[in-house]
């Protein structure tokens, strides 16, 4: 058996594009032939919290920056959004692409039950421990509580910012980090240029 064969969905400045919790393939827009109304181009998108979160007139960046919009509309179960950035001619849009949401709080922990399982392994080995997606100094204190819980305070801490609400919060997640072992701070440049805009990421 081969994998289907999936189109990209290319995508201009002025088209419509519906996020949906429903986990279908993607499709371009297309002509209703009943009605002859244009039907939105259609992908699936895999974060919950968006569909609870998002709110009309917030940003979207899609595919490392290369597709941008401002939501127009969340129903619950899709949210439309309007295109206002893309190179010329377009863009095509694949699959499993990064969607970034950087005007929305989305109310997500950094750390996940997984992590949490895999954390009491790590410290066994390992030298330091990176924090990836933090958003708050909560997300901090809480890896530090895990960490003396496992008595492996003494451990380095790596803490990954990459978001616009880490970076607008990196103050007070700077205080909470010098409260434990030592820590470095990495920014992630890629990511955090698509949240905050590159004219900012010198900043």
Known sequence: RLPPFVVPIRLNIGDTLVLTRANRPGTPEAVDPTTGSIVPARIHCTLEAAFEHV??????WLDDGKIGGF???????????????????GAKLREEKGINFPDTDLGLGAITDKDLVDLREVVRYADIV??????????????QDEMRRLEAGQLGILLKVENALAFRNLPRILLAALNGPPIGIMVARGDLAVEVGFERLSE
């Open 55 to 60: 709110h009309p007139g917030q940003r979207v």
């Open 71 to 89: 939501v127009r509309r969340n129903h619950g179960e899709t949210i439309e959004i309007d295109v206002t950035h893309a190179p010329p001619g």
């Open 130 to 143: 990176a924090l990836s997606f933090l958003r708050t100094e909560q997300d901090v204190q809480r890896l």
